[in-house]
C-alpha cells in the first residue's frame, strides 16, 4: 500500500511559478513510477508528467515543467514555470508499481492516487 499526499497548490498569475509536492508512505518507494495527472471542470483526467526509468511529459507542458524525486524523502516533486490560464485544475500525484509499465502516460498505469491540489492560474 502506498499513500500519497500533495501539497503546494494555489493561487498565481499568469506567467508564475508553483511547486507541487507528493509526499509517499511505504518503504518501496524507489521501486514506483511516479507520474502527476490534472483535471480540469468538465474535462477528464490529463497525463501531466511521470518519472520512473527516465521522464516524460505533455506536449502542453513540456519545457515549463520539471518532475523529479527525492528517493531518500520519499517525494515526487512537479516544479511549475511560466504558468498559463489553461494550467488551472486539481492536480493528482500518483504511484505505479509496474515500473516499466507502457501505460505511464494514462491513468491505467498506476494503482495509488493523492487526494489533489488545486492550481489556478489567473490571466
Known amino acids: 500500500q502506498v499513500q500519497l499526499v500533495e501539497s503546494g497548490g494555489g493561487l498565481v498569475q499568469a506567467g508564475g511559478s508553483l511547486t507541487l509536492s507528493c509526499a509517499a508512505s511505504?518503504?518501496?518507494?524507489?521501486?514506483?513510477?511516479m507520474g502527476w495527472f490534472r483535471q480540469a471542470p468538465g474535462k477528464e483526467r490529463e497525463f501531466v508528467a511521470r518519472?520512473?526509468?527516465?521522464?516524460d511529459y505533455a506536449g502542453s507542458v513540456k519545457g515549463r515543467f520539471t518532475i523529479s524525486r527525492d528517493n531518500a524523502k520519499n517525494t515526487v516533486i512537479l516544479q511549475m514555470n511560466n504558468l498559463k490560464p489553461e494550467d488551472t485544475a486539481v492536480y493528482y500525484c500518483a504511484a505505479g508499481s509496474d515500473f516499466y509499465s507502457g501505460l505511464l502516460m494514462t491513468p491505467r498505469g498506476y494503482s495509488y492516487w493523492g487526494q489533489g491540489t488545486q492550481v489556478t492560474v489567473s490571466s
Open positions: 511505504g518503504r518501496t518507494f524507489s521501486g514506483y513510477a
Open positions: 518519472i520512473a526509468w527516465s521522464t
